[in-house]
């Protein structure tokens, strides 16, 4: 079935530290992978998204890698901030434009 | 911002009840897509409108019905609330195809 899995499902990361977010997901057809994140009360903000096409991609600090083979993405913080607490939902884009999101990963970064 | 509008942000009902949610897309979107969000979960997907039909739906009983208009805008109805229908309600608007869905705020229900 549909199916994505977020790990771990929570991180807490030292300011200045990098923080690595994995998911796997089940439909080998899946062809579309953003990252949102959501603030407590707010709604989930696209941060990131990558296409089947390419193995990574990069946006100041934050990066995401696909492997197709072994249906495996990543996101990547580098020098986290504490602005950068939050929870972050990974998601596979299934056939009739549907997105499956994963169980999240609440982030805090310590000053 | 989105450009994704939701009505509205807060609203309690009691079981039994029966709820509208609106949500005006982005301009130039063309698809709706309504999701669930219960507490401390992942978005969950209820359905999709495309070209003011449904267009995929997810694993939710038929007490969860939409509607598109002709200016893409859409409604969600939920008919007989129960108490595990208290969640925020998440409206996404996209260009079909696309997968890129841009959120609204939300409505938060809460059934009581």
């Known amino acids: 079935g549909e199916n994505v899995e977020q790990h771990p499902s929570t991180l807490s990361v030292q300011e200045g530290d990098s923080a690595v977010i994995k998911c796997t997901y089940s439909?080998?057809?899946?062809?579309?992978f953003p990252w949102y994140k959501q603030e407590l009360g707010k709604r989930p903000q696209l941060i990131i998204d990558?296409?089947?096409?390419?193995g990574e991609k990069k946006d100041q600090r934050i990066a995401v890698t696909l492997n197709k083979t072994a249906k495996h993405f990543s996101l990547h913080i580098t020098e986290t901030q504490p602005e950068d607490s939050a929870v972050y939902f990974c998601?596979?884009?299934?056939?009739?434009?549907?997105?499956?999101f994963g169980t999240g990963t609440r982030l805090q970064v310590f000053p | 911002e989105t450009g994704v509008t939701q009505s509205p942000t807060h609203l309690i009902k009691t079981r039994g009840q029966q709820v509208t949610l609106r949500c005006s897309s982005q301009?130039?979107?063309?698809?709706v897509s309504w999701y669930q969000q219960a507490l401390g979960q992942g978005p969950q997907f209820i359905f999709q409108?495309?070209?003011?039909?449904?267009?995929g739906r997810g694993n939710f009983p038929p007490r969860f019905s939409g509607l598109q208009f002709p200016n893409y805008s859409s409604e969600l109805n939920v008919n007989a609330l129960e108490l595990d229908d208290s969640a925020l309600y998440l409206c996404?608007?996209?260009?079909?195809?696309?997968?890129?869905?841009?959120f609204g705020e939300g409505s938060r229900l809460t059934v009581l």
């Open positions: 996404a608007s996209s260009i079909q195809g696309t997968g890129e869905l841009f």
């Open positions: 990558i296409r089947s096409n390419v």
């Open positions: 998601a596979a884009f299934y056939n009739t434009d549907k997105l499956i």
């Open positions: 439909d080998s057809a899946s062809n579309y």
């Open positions: 409108y495309y070209r003011e039909e449904e267009n």
């Open positions: 301009s130039g979107h063309n698809t």
